[in-house]
């Protein structure tokens, strides 16, 4: 099965830096992806990590650790606009699941002046 | 070039009538998914589709709900005898060829809210 943990809530200063935190348990692994996702509105792509490392993408960066089953988004240079729910998803190894994204529940980020 | 359409964007079904829902991906792309979002819950995966064919239908419920990606038009997530418990976000994502489904571009969603 797979089962994906991130913090329900974060609350960040304008101008700081906020560092969201997913852990991972699933049965095979083959990406994992953030996305971005205003109240009402659809969720919007930010990254993909298929290897360990930091991906830097502007003010976002995302990094893998697929040995530990953990990743962070990490934002910069906060600013009101980024007050959203931010999506960690994973992919499934292999076959036809291997489409599918599993998704955590959110992390509800509220980016204070 | 317009992104991934849905429509409609808010639907009001009582108990008992059937919710269709559609979906437009975006051009070029042949791949679309489904997902529903339930309060306070993540998103789940209910079903993948390239044109005419189900491919993995894993999340899907095994009665009253259905799916179709016609070779014309748009894909369609139809709901029987819908219940209070299938009031819910329903999102639909679509895919370019080729891409294994590491770009899902998503659309805005339908609302269902089931009286």
């Known amino acids: 099965g797979q089962n994906i943990d991130q913090p329900t809530e974060m609350t960040a200063t304008e101008g700081a830096i906020v560092q969201i935190n997913c852990t991972y348990q699933?049965?095979?692994?083959?990406?994992l992806f953030w996305y971005q996702q205003h109240a009402g509105e659809a969720p919007t792509f930010l990254s993909y990590?298929?290897?360990?490392g930091l991906e830097e993408k502007g003010r976002f960066s995302s990094f893998l650790s697929r040995s530990k089953g953990y990743s962070y988004l990490l934002l910069k240079e906060l600013q009101m606009k980024d007050s959203a729910s931010y999506l960690c998803a994973v992919r499934a190894a292999s076959g036809a699941g291997s489409y599918q994204l599993t998704f955590g529940k959110g992390t509800k980020l509220s980016v204070i002046p | 070039n317009a992104g991934v359409m849905q429509n409609p964007r808010h639907l009001v079904r009582r108990r008992g009538q059937e919710a269709r829902l559609r979906c437009s991906p975006m051009k070029g792309h042949s791949h679309v998914y489904w997902y529903r979002q339930l309060p306070e819950e993540g998103l789940k995966f209910m079903v993948y589709l390239q044109k005419e064919n189900i491919i993995d239908e894993s999340g899907m419920p095994k009665e009253r709900f259905s799916a179709e990606f016609p070779k014309e038009g748009p894909s369609i997530l139809r709901i029987q005898q819908v219940v209070r418990g299938d009031s819910a976000a329903y999102f639909c994502?679509?895919?370019?060829?080729?891409?294994?489904?590491?770009?899902?571009?998503f659309g805005p969603g339908t609302r269902l809210t089931v009286t």
């Open positions: 994502a679509s895919s370019p060829p080729g891409s294994y489904g590491t770009e899902q571009y």
């Open positions: 990590n298929v290897l360990d």
């Open positions: 699933t049965s095979g692994f083959n990406g």
